[in-house]
């Protein structure tokens, strides 16, 4: 079992940046592979980027070269650096951790774009 739990959303000018933290608990954090999600409203929840136990990363075509996901093995902590952020990433962001197809999902944290 995994305790996720999100936090570093906001209101943020476009073209400003926001750093996401998942602190995660309860079962050996390094085993597992990271990622973050997205769901606007009307719209379905998708893969915003994500990261393997061993480091390896990939993300959506749509924030190649804006978004960094990183991890904190030591910490227990995965972070999604947003940089150069549009209106069109207004969303709520979900923390995912998966091992062995069992996903676990954290609470989401609100990112708006907005000037």
């Known amino acids: 079992q995994v305790q996720l739990v999100e936090s570093g959303g906001g209101l943020v000018q476009p073209g400003g940046s926001l750093r996401l933290s998942c602190a995660a608990s309860?079962?050996?954090?390094?085993?597992?592979?990271m990622g973050w999600y997205r769901q606007a409203p009307g719209k379905q929840r998708e893969l915003v980027a994500a990261?393997?136990?061993?480091?390896?990363?990939n993300y959506a075509d749509s924030v190649k070269g804006r978004f960094t996901i990183s991890r904190d093995n030591a910490k227990n902590t995965v972070y999604l650096q947003m940089n150069s952020l549009k209106p069109e990433d207004t969303a709520v962001y979900y923390c995912?951790?998966?091992?062995?197809?069992?996903?676990?999902w954290g609470q989401g944290t609100q990112v708006t774009v907005s000037s």
């Open positions: 995912n951790a998966n091992r062995r197809l069992v996903n676990y």
């Open positions: 309860g079962s050996t954090f390094s085993f597992y592979a």
């Open positions: 990261i393997t136990s061993g480091g390896s990363t």
